[in-house]
C-alpha cells in the first residue's frame, strides 16, 4: 500500500452538479498530480501541483480545477458534470528532484458515476 | 493516432509460463519509461521503471526498451495467478511531467 490516500472511495452525482474530490499525498511528497482513467482505458494526465501552483495541464476543460494545501494534500473539482465524467479519478504522489514523476505513487482512486 | 499503443488482451497464461508485454509509441522525445500494474478497483502500483534503451531487471521482472523501434517490453518470469491483473506502461518526456499511458493489457493466469 502507498501513503496516497483518497476520499471518498465512491461517488454517484447528477449531471449538472459540482463535485470535489481529495487527495493527501505520501509524507515527504511535494507534487501530486490528478488522472482520469475511463473504464477500460489507461489514465489520462488532468493537471499537476507542485508547491501549491499549477505545474502542467493535460487536455482538459476549465470545469475541472484543482487547488493543492501547504500540507501537499489536494483537492479536483469538477463542475458542470456531464455523464462522460464517469471514471475513476486517480491521485498520485511523487517528489522530483528534477521535475519528473518517474516514481509517482498511485492512491486507490475514487470512483465517480455521474447519472 | 495515440501517442503510446498497448494491446488490450486479455492475455491468458498457465501458471508458470512466461507473460509477455508490449507497447509502441511514436513520440521519440519519451525518455523514461514506466511499467504499472493495476489490480481490479485499485490504483496502479508502479513495478519498475528505465530510464533511455536498454535492459532492467528486478525479480521476476524484467523491463526492455528499445529506442530505435520505439518499443518496450515486460517480461514476467515464473507466472502466479497473482499476477493477474491490468498491466500499463508510461513514459515521461525528457522535459515533461506528466505520464503518458497505454490503454493497459489484461492478464489472466490460470493456476
Known amino acids: 500500500e502507498t501513503g496516497v490516500t483518497q476520499s471518498p472511495t465512491h461517488l454517484i452525482k447528477t449531471r449538472g452538479q459540482q463535485v470535489t474530490l481529495r487527495c493527501s499525498s505520501q509524507?515527504?511528497?511535494?507534487?501530486v498530480s490528478w488522472y482520469q482513467q475511463a473504464l477500460g482505458q489507461g489514465p489520462q494526465f488532468i493537471f499537476q501541483?507542485?508547491?501549491?501552483?499549477?505545474?502542467g495541464r493535460g487536455n482538459f476543460p476549465p470545469r475541472f480545477s484543482g487547488l493543492q494545501f501547504p500540507n501537499y494534500s489536494s483537492e479536483l473539482n469538477v463542475n458542470a458534470l456531464e455523464l462522460d465524467d464517469s471514471a475513476l479519478y486517480l491521485c498520485?504522489?511523487?517528489?522530483?528532484?528534477?521535475?519528473?514523476?518517474?516514481?509517482?505513487?498511485f492512491g486507490q482512486g475514487t470512483r465517480l458515476t455521474v447519472v | 493516432q495515440k501517442e503510446v499503443e498497448q494491446d488490450p488482451g486479455p492475455l491468458s497464461v498457465p501458471e508458470g509460463a512466461i507473460v509477455s508485454l508490449n507497447c509502441t509509441y511514436s513520440n521519440s522525445a519519451f525518455q523514461y519509461f514506466m511499467w504499472y500494474r493495476q489490480y481490479s478497483r485499485k490504483g496502479p502500483e508502479l513495478l519498475m521503471y528505465?530510464?533511455?534503451?536498454g535492459n532492467k531487471e528486478d525479480g521476476r521482472f524484467t523491463a526492455q526498451v528499445d529506442k530505435s523501434s520505439k518499443y518496450i517490453s515486460l517480461f514476467i518470469r515464473d507466472s502466479q495467478p497473482s499476477d493477474s491483473a491490468t498491466y500499463l506502461c508510461?513514459?515521461?518526456?525528457?522535459?515533461?511531467?506528466?505520464?503518458?499511458f497505454g490503454g493497459g493489457t489484461r492478464v489472466l493466469v490460470k493456476p
Open positions: 509524507s515527504g511528497h511535494n507534487t
Open positions: 498520485a504522489s511523487s517528489s522530483p528532484s528534477t521535475g519528473r514523476d518517474t516514481e509517482a505513487f
Open positions: 528505465t530510464y533511455s534503451s
Open positions: 508510461a513514459m515521461i518526456k525528457a522535459a515533461g511531467n506528466k505520464l503518458t
Open positions: 501541483y507542485y508547491r501549491e501552483e499549477e505545474n
